[in-house]
């Protein structure tokens, strides 16, 4: 059996690398995870990040974006037009850029964490 040094979930989920290696890379497309990992062969099945890495962007980026349209409005009132031709490019950029390291970072903090789907055992009492 091979010994893996323990990897930061941060730095290998937001660098989109392997959570137990640090080498490999976790995804095959823009959001899509490898079936396993090409450096020590590590099984992703266990990655299931769901719709947390789209909750946790929607409101960093709602904040941040949110926060500098106020800003610009309150400070430099500028017509409407021009909140929709910065913003909407920005909310765009943001959204899509914090995507993919935030689904990395849920899958790599799941690997750290041994998380694993909830079981009833039977020992409490029938219904």
Request: with cysteine.
């Amino acid at each position: 059996m091979t010994y893996y040094q323990e990897q930061s979930p941060f730095s290998t989920g937001l660098g989109g690398r392997c959570p137990r290696c640090g080498e490999g890379a976790l995804f095959e497309g823009f959001l899509t995870p490898k079936a396993r990992c090409s450096a020590c062969g590590l099984d992703y099945s266990f990655a299931d990040a769901g719709d947390g890495p789209a909750v946790f962007v929607i409101l960093i980026a709602g904040f941040l974006i949110c926060g500098l349209a106020l800003f610009v409005e309150f400070r430099y009132q500028p017509p409407f037009w021009l909140h929709a031709l910065l913003w909407g490019p920005l909310i765009l950029i943001v959204t899509l850029g914090l995507l993919r390291p935030m689904k990395g970072l849920m899958i790599a903090l799941q690997y750290a964490n041994k998380a694993r789907e909830g079981r009833i055992d039977g020992g409490g009492p029938e219904r």
